[in-house]
């Protein structure tokens, strides 16, 4: 099934999946304490790009990290693909694919 999703994503052509961060919903306040804000991305996968909104967890560390997870289901259709399939069709794989990122920034200017 492995070989079969590959095709399906078609990984040789498009080796990675692209997340493009577009906007949030509210400056965060940039705290220890776990924030949620909801924003936009494009997801790009198997050559087509879609426009989601997408709840985040956003948090500063002890380092002046910031750290933003978060995920998303999107489905083999929004993408305009066909889930794998194998013995004609007697097993099959889920229609939903769950995207999770954890995106970590630092102020580099902070520290000159």
């Not at 978060?70 to 259709?77: E, H, L």
Request: glycine content about 4%; proline content about 4%.
């Amino acid at each position: 099934m492995t070989r079969d999703l590959r095709k399906t994503l078609k990984a040789e052509q498009f080796p990675h999946l692209s997340i493009t961060f577009l906007s949030l919903n509210r400056l965060p306040a940039l705290s220890q304490k776990a924030e949620h804000i909801t924003g936009w991305v494009d997801i790009e996968l198997a050559g087509t790009r879609k426009r989601v909104e997408v709840r985040y967890q956003l948090s500063v560390d002890a380092q002046n990290v910031v750290h933003l997870l978060g995920s998303r289901q999107v489905t083999f259709a929004d993408f305009n693909l066909t889930p794998p399939t194998k013995l004609k069709g007697m097993v099959n794989t889920h229609q939903s694919l769950s995207i999770s990122f954890h995106l970590k920034m630092k102020d580099l200017t902070a520290s000159m």
